[in-house]
């Protein structure tokens, strides 16, 4: 997995040609990130309208607080494997490393 591009609540992974955004959500004193696959229309969005796209779903992300109980967000189900969490980690402080050199 490796980090194609970033903004200020989101990072956009790759791998085996699968989009992952993950966005930064905040709900009163909580913090968290939230992953999704991308969909295909999810794709086609992003690479017709680029980060301008991203900012966008990251912040529909947060906004639908996928993370609260209770809540009927409609990306609430799309949430990646912790398997697949561990590798954004992974490959967000290779990327981080690599920024710093």
Known sequence: MIVLDH???WFLYEEDKA???EALCSHSAADYVF???MSPKEQ???KKSGAKY???LAHEIHYSAPG???NKSIYKERRVSSECHEKTKIAS????ESANK
């Open 68 to 70: 609260v109980i209770g």
């Open 93 to 96: 402080k290779l990327w981080r």
């Open 44 to 46: 086609y969005e992003y």
């Open 54 to 56: 991203l900012d966008w």
């Open 35 to 37: 992953i999704i696959e």
């Open 7 to 9: 903004g200020s609540t």
């Open 19 to 21: 989009l992952y955004l």
